[in-house]
């Protein structure tokens, strides 16, 4: 167990605080939405009903659709774009290993399968972390559209209005304020990574470049 605690620690930690800040939400979130139904003369809920309700659901997934949807665009625009002296990107003056053809490796015994196999099962696996990473953006900003038609309905019917679907909602801008306010500070914070490394440093860390480098050094290597 300590070994594998050692070997996988940044894991553990990030999803330790992924859950402790989920769980700390979901109870603020209860008692926000209990607050809310009781100025208005509606019963509360339990915090097991709270889970589905579209103020939890879609307070979760507009989250996760932002930041999903920022590493995906990271990981492509990192194939092809590039910024001179930063720690996040390839050097444009030379060819990176993860630029080499897979398929030249296939005979090394430790390589993934796909590696070995080739054709269209190698094709998907060069590929497979944007995909990924896409295919849980598309998910997100379905349930954050979910959970948002959910929320939406029931204060229009709190005010006497009709609820709406969820492709009505898609077309409404609290749907796209929501996501806007989200995509904005993702991609801001990217950016500001990938300049900041170009001239700070953090010792230890594989995301900055060594304290020693130049600033025009691209690259943590």
Known sequence: MRQFLHNNSLS???FALFFFSLLGQSLTGHHELNQEQQEHGRPVVSFAEYLTTG???????????????????YVVFTVFLFQ???????????????DQDPARMRDRPDVPWPVR???LALTVYSHSLSLALLLLFVMSFVLHA???????SQEQQMHGQPPVTMIEYLGTSRFW????QNWQSEFLSMGAVVVLSIFLRERG??????VHSPHDETGNS
């Open 12 to 14: 553990v930690v990030l």
């Open 55 to 73: 103020h939890f659901v879609e307070a979760v997934f507009e989250n996760w659709e932002s930041e999903f949807l920022q590493m995906a665009v």
């Open 84 to 98: 001179k002296g930063s720690a996040e990107s390839k050097d444009p003056d030379r060819i990176e290993p993860v």
């Open 117 to 119: 196999r080739g054709g």
């Open 146 to 152: 979910a959970g948002g038609a959910a929320a939406y």
């Open 177 to 180: 304020f929501e996501s806007f």
């Open 205 to 210: 860390s594989p995301e900055s470049k060594p």
